[in-house]
C-alpha cells in the first residue's frame, strides 16, 4: 500500500486476504506500533549490513510521522522511542488506503495469483478474482507478500518463489522476534511471572522484560534476542541488570543477617522467581552466614544466568522472518532488481530484519516509498 501510494495511478495491488493490512491491525496490541523515534541502520539485521541504508535515509521515521500527523492520527510514545496510535491501528490501514486513493492506484481484495510470466519486457499475471479468472499485464511488479510468519494470517513464501524463478538467491529463512522454549517446560509454574533483564545471544544485548510462560520465555528482551540466537547455543540473563548483587548482599549481610538469603532476593527479584532459582543454586541459610566466596558465587549465577533453549515457537507467532531474498542483486536506491528490469522487492520479503518496537514497518514505509518512486519513474 505504501509503495503504490508513491507508484502512482495505473497501480494495483493484489491481496488474497479478505482486508488489507491484517499485520498492520494486529500489531501493537491492535494500536499499531508504526516505527521508532530511534530508528537507525544498526537496529536492522541483514548479509549486507549496508543495504538498508539508503532507503532509510530518505524516508526515515520523521518523514512517516508527518504523514501520521497530516492525517490527524493521534499517537503517543511508550518505552524506547515506540511510537503507537491512541485510537485503533486501523487507522493506519485507512490512511494508507487513503494516499492509495488519492494517487489513482487500485486494491484488488481476495484476489490471488495463479500465474505470471515475463516476456523481458512486461510481467503477464493470470489472477483468480471473484471466481474468475483475469488476465493483467504491468511493465513493473513488486514483491510485497513479506515473510512466513504468523501463516493462519496467509503469510506464505510466495515472494521467496518467485525471486528464485527469476534468479534470485533467498538467504536461509527462520522465525525471529520469536519466544523461546524448553521442552522439559522447566518454566511452567512461573508462567506469568514478569522481571526486567538483560538478555544476551549472539553478541547482542537487549535490556527490557522477560515474561516466563508455559513453554519457555518470552516479553521483548527474548524476542529481541531470539533473532540473534541459533539452535544449541546457551543465552544469558542478567536477572538485576544495573545493581552490583555483591554489594548488595553484603549490604544486607550487615544491616539483616538474620534473614534468609531467599528473603532477601525478594526484595529484589519475584518471589516466584526467587524459589525456582533456589532449586538451581545453594540459596540456603541466613544472610548472616555467607562469606564473601559464597556471594560472589551467587551474583554470577545470577546476573549471568546460562540457559540452552531447545528451540522457538516458530512462525506460529513469530512477528518477522529472518533473512529473505538476497540483497546482492538489488538496487538499494530503487529495490529493483539488477537482473530483471522491473522486478521490485520490498520490505520483510528482502533479507532486511528489523528489532522489535516499529522498526520492521519502518522498514516497509521506507522500502516501500524506494520502490514505488522508483517504479513511477519507469513508467
Not at 80 to 89: E, I, V
Not at 152 to 170: E, N, P, Q, S
Not at 239 to 247: K, N
Request: net charge neutral.
Amino acid at each position: 500500500m505504501m509503495c503504490a501510494a508513491h507508484a502512482g495511478p495505473g497501480t494495483l495491488v493484489i491481496d488474497h486476504a479478505g482486508s488489507p493490512g491484517e499485520k498492520i491491525r494486529i500489531s501493537g496490541g491492535g494500536r499499531c506500533n508504526f516505527t521508532n523515534m530511534h530508528t537507525e541502520p544498526g537496529c536492522f539485521l541483514g548479509t549486507n549490513p549496508h543495504f538498508h541504508k539508503s532507503a532509510l535515509s530518505r524516508y526515515t521515521q520523521w518523514d512517516f510521522l508527518d504523514l501520521v500527523d497530516r492525517h490527524r492520527i493521534a499517537w503517543h510514545e511508550k518505552t524506547l522511542g515506540q511510537l503507537f496510535c491512541d485510537g485503533k491501528a486501523t487507522q493506519i490501514v485507512d490512511m494508507l488506503r487513503g494516499e492509495m486513493a488519492r494517487a489513482g492506484a487500485q486494491l484488488w481484495l481476495q484476489t490471488s495469483l495463479a500465474a505470471l510470466d515475463h516476456d523481458g519486457a512486461r510481467f503477464t499475471m493470470m489472477l483468480d478474482r471473484d471466481g474468475q479468472r483475469r488476465i493483467v499485464t504491468a511493465r513493473n511488479l513488486v514483491l510485497a507478500t513479506g515473510g512466513k510468519s504468523i501463516p493462519k494470517m496467509g503469510a506464505t513464501g510466495l515472494a521467496y518463489d518467485i525471486a528464485r524463478r527469476f534468479g534470485h538467491a533467498v538467504t536461509d529463512t527462520r522465525p525471529a522476534l520469536v519466544p523461546l522454549t524448553f521442552t522439559d517446560k522447566r518454566f511452567a509454574p512461573l508462567s506469568g511471572v514478569a522481571t526486567p533483564v538483560a538478555a544476551s545471544a549472539g553478541g547482542a544485548r537487549f535490556e527490557e522484560a522477560m515474561l516466563f510462560t508455559h513453554r519457555g520465555l518470552s516479553g521483548p528482551a527474548i524476542l529481541q534476542v531470539s533473532s540473534y540466537w541459533r539452535e544449541g547455543d546457551p543465552i544469558s540473563v542478567d536477572l538485576l541488570p544495573g545493581i552490583d548483587l555483591g554489594d548488595r548482599l553484603r549490604g544486607l549481610r550487615k544491616t539483616h543477617g538474620k534473614r534468609n538469603v531467599t528473603t532477601g532476593l525478594a526484595e529484589m527479584l519475584p518471589e516466584r522467581l526467587v524459589d525456582h532459582l533456589a532449586e538451581e543454586l545453594p540459596l540456603h541459610g541466613n544472610l548472616g552466614d555467607l562469606a564473601d566466596r559464597r556471594i560472589d558465587a551467587i551474583a554470577a549465577r545470577i546476573k549471568d544466568w546460562t540457559l540452552t533453549p531447545t528451540g522457538s515457537e516458530g512462525y506460529r507467532t513469530a512477528e518477522v522472518t529472518l533473512g529473505g531474498i538476497a540483497s546482492d542483486r538489488i538496487d538499494s536506491r530503487t529495490m529493483m532488481s539488477r537482473d530483471v528490469p522491473g522486478l521490485f522487492v520490498i520490505g520483510e520479503a528482502v533479507d532486511v530484519t528489523g528489532w522489535l518496537g516499529g522498526y520492521n514497518f519502518q522498514w516497509a514505509w521506507s522500502s516501500g516509498v524506494a520502490a514505488g518512486q522508483a517504479a513511477a519513474a519507469r513508467a
